[in-house]
């Protein structure tokens, strides 16, 4: 007997019509991260597919795309990427990993590497050699997931607010690949 690899997963593009299943997944994981720091409940679903469906209706200039997984026909994460853009990174040869979320009920299927493995296709095919992404310092699961990947620090740290106000410290990991 053989598997149908869309009932396993797949990764795709985004359509504004997955919009609500991605509020709901990201609701759902920040729920699942850690509710105190950012309450979810608080947040509007409406607004979240609605800031979802402009990145895929009228995206920047440039390569950014958003990729969605599916557990057969079931949207289970997503992630968004766009040309890197600290001062420091080359938009024409970095790509920078904006989102990677997975519903905390469909982690450790293989959904976060599927969407990761799409992201690095699509830098490749847009001549870019490097990823980055900034992660919380405090996400061990999200890092450990990155390095087991192949993704690495660099050194670099920021300080952003969140959408609460409350400051959160980043790190940087990155990732290369041949040509």
Known sequence: MTSDPVAEGSVRLGRTSDTDDMAHVQLAAW????????????LDPAAIAAAWGQAILDPPPGSHRVLVALAGRQLVGFAATAPAADPDTSPTRDGELVALVVHPDHQREGHGSRLLHAAVDYWRDDGFTTGIAW?????????????????????????????????????????????
């Open 31 to 42: 729920r699942a991260a850690d509710d105190a720091v950012l309450p979810a409940a608080e």
């Open 135 to 179: 992660i919380p310092l405090a996400d061990e699961p999200r890092r450990q997931f990155l390095v087991s990947a192949g993704w690495g620090p660099d050194g670099a740290l920021r300080e952003v607010a969140d959408e609460t106000g409350t400051t959160v410290r980043l790190a940087r990991l990155v990732t290369t690949w041949a040509d």
